[in-house]
């Protein structure tokens, strides 16, 4: 059975600070994943999506990279600002038969002024 | 283009009551899914829908939980009864074409409170 974590659950830091947001997953039989975003009480936001024959995609200050082989993807901002705090979702898919993602439980970002 | 629509944004009902939540794709989707969201979890597939046929519905409480999409567009998730653990925000999200590997496209949620 597939599972996603992402550490840390929170994570508060500085304008202008570059930063690295984790997510694993425990079966490498993927078929891509995909970086959401969410802000309070709204929908998620797709930021990246990483097909498994990829490494990395980038996108203005994010870059996401993906190692299938170790289960895990990274998420790269840099020079944050504070209109990056948000909460940051993972979420892979199994195979191209399927639509379903699983999603990790998310890392809710605070970027202080 | 306009995103998913949802409806309604927000709804407070007493357990053992009935709600349904309505959503509208991106036009041309032709994939249709509904997601929950418990607070602080990440969103858990409900059902996804490939036109206007089931595709996977393995995680709803069929015992109270339904959904339809009849004409292959819009779609509507009803819950009867509720129960506390239902509070959730229910979120709708729709992908381009029959192909399972395209992109998927959130809407904003509907917040469901049950007391």
């Known amino acids: 059975k597939q599972e996603v974590t992402q550490i840390p659950a929170a994570l508060s830091v500085p304008e202008g600070e570059n930063l690295v947001l984790n997510c694993s997953f425990t079966?490498?039989?993927?078929?891509?994943l995909q970086w959401f975003r969410q802000d309070p009480g709204k929908g998620l936001t797709s930021l990246l999506l990483?097909?498994?024959?990829?490494r990395e995609q980038t996108s203005g200050r994010l870059n996401a990279s993906l190692d299938k082989s170790s289960g895990r993807s990274t998420l790269y901002i840099a020079a944050s600002q504070p209109g990056d705090s948000a909460t940051y979702l993972c979420a892979v898919r199994r195979s191209s038969n399927t639509g379903k993602l699983i999603f990790g439980q998310g890392t809710t970002l605070q970027v202080k002024p | 283009e306009a995103g998913v629509a949802q409806s309604p944004r927000y709804k407070i009902i007493e357990k053992r009551q009935s709600v349904a939540f309505w959503c509208n794709p991106i036009s041309g989707h032709a994939t249709l899914y509904w997601y929950q969201q418990i607070l602080g979890q990440g969103p858990k597939l409900l059902i996804q829908f490939q036109n206007n046929g089931v595709v996977d519905d393995s995680q709803l409480p069929k015992d109270r939980f339904s959904a339809e999409r009849l004409k292959g567009v819009d779609s509507t998730l009803k819950i009867q009864p509720a129960k506390l653990e239902d509070s959730a925000v229910y979120l709708c999200?729709?992908?381009?074409?029959?192909?399972?590997?395209?992109?998927?496209?959130f809407g904003e949620g509907s917040r469901l409170t049950v007391l």
């Open positions: 990483i097909q498994s024959s990829q």
């Open positions: 079966d490498s039989a993927i078929y891509n």
């Open positions: 999200a729709s992908s381009f074409g029959t192909s399972m590997s395209g992109e998927l496209f």
